[in-house]
Structures are given as C-alpha cells and as structure tokens.
C-alpha cells in the first residue's frame, strides 16, 4: 500500500516563502495525477495545484497562480510545493494526494492522501 507523507509546513510571516514535500512509498507508486488540497478551519477542502506525473504538466486554482510551483521528482517519488509571498489567506492544512485517475476533477477522485501539514501565515 502507498503512504503519502508530508513536511515543510511551518508558521511564516506575510510575504514569507515554504517549500512543502510529499514522499510516496510502500508498493509501486502508481498515481497518475497527484495534487495538493488545503483546509481552513470551518471551510471545506480546497484545491490547489495538480501535476500529471508522467510529463509534469500542472495547473493551478487562481488564487495562487504566480505564487506557488508545483513539481515532481520522480526518482524519489517526492512532490513539492514552492511557495511564496504567501498571505494570511494561505493559512491551511495541506495535504498531498494521489489520483488513479488520468483527469481527476473533485478531492473525491483522488484516493490516497497524506495527513496533512498546518501552514501559519501570521499578518
């Protein structure tokens, strides 16, 4: 079974920069998509960028377009997630996950996920 880890959160300032990892291992990764969500507290899971593993094409959800990079490493089965002049609005739970799928298009279709690391962006 594959297990999604996360690292990198931490509490930064307005304008302050985190670089998050997710490192997949047990059995033979097989995700094609992988992607990362985020949760405010007292709001639903949001998401926030996806890369397709096999050529690394992204996308991302407007409100950080500019501001965060998504990338892979698939040697080490790692994602990242650079992100920078981030904003109090940032504040989440982030969490990696991976998708069976060609085209996920809701957190529903992604059916491993990590256990999430708290990003702090005080103002």
């Known amino acids: 079974q594959v297990q999604l880890v996360e690292s990198g959160g931490g509490l930064v300032q307005d304008g302050g920069s985190l670089r998050l990892s997710c490192a997949a291992s047990g059995r033979t990764f097989s995700s094609h998509r992988m992607g990362w969500f985020r949760q405010a507290p007292g709001k639903e899971r949001e998401f926030v960028a996806t890369?397709?593993?096999?050529?690394?094409?992204?996308s991302y959800v407007d409100s950080v377009k500019g501001r965060f990079t998504i990338s892979r490493d698939i040697s080490n089965n790692i994602m990242y997630l650079q992100m920078i002049n981030l904003k109090p609005e940032d504040t989440a739970v982030y969490y990696c996950?991976?998708?069976?799928?060609?085209?996920?298009?809701?957190?529903?279709?992604?059916?491993?996920w990590g256990q999430g690391t708290q990003v702090t962006v005080s103002s």
């Open positions: 890369i397709r593993w096999s050529d690394g094409r992204t």
């Open positions: 996950a991976g998708s069976s799928l060609l085209v996920p298009t809701t957190p529903e279709d992604y059916d491993i």
